[in-house]
């Protein structure tokens, strides 16, 4: 299983981004997908996570109203539509697949595959 993250980049703030991660083989299908960021000395820490069959989507509270999760089943990609970007949202993003809960995971430790990350930089 293969995660390809991408669609980061320099963005001033009050900008938007949108983040795409594809997923292969297109026979994986299914699970919890999710975006997580870093940032230089910090956690990883959770964005979003949505369950891939029912559309059931989970947020944090500090990107709740700006940034929503979405898939493409027939493409088998996650997307985050990044709006009203500010300098704290600078990290490094990642998307993630959790192929063992039936309930949507906050914890990094929770997700078996990762992509390879793609730098968001907002600046002021």
């Known amino acids: 299983v293969q995660l390809q993250a991408s669609g980061g980049g320099l963005v001033q703030a009050g900008g938007s981004l949108r983040l795409s991660c594809a997923a292969s083989?297109?026979?994986?299908?299914?699970?919890?997908r999710a975006w997580f960021r870093q940032a230089p000395g910090k956690e990883r820490e959770f964005v979003a996570a949505?369950?891939?069959?029912?559309?059931?989507?989970l947020y944090a509270d500090s990107v709740k109203g700006r940034f929503t999760i979405s898939r493409d089943n027939p493409k088998n990609t996650l997307y985050l539509q990044m709006n009203s970007l500010k300098p704290e949202d600078t990290a490094v993003y990642y998307c993630?697949?959790?192929?063992?809960?039936?309930?949507?995971?906050?914890?990094?430790?929770?997700?078996?595959?990762w992509g390879q990350g793609t730098q968001v930089t907002v600046s002021s």
């Open positions: 083989p297109l026979t994986f299908n299914g699970y919890t």
């Open positions: 993630a697949c959790d192929i063992v809960h039936s309930t949507l995971r906050r914890n990094a430790h929770d997700y078996d595959y």
């Open positions: 949505i369950n891939w069959n029912s559309g059931i989507t």
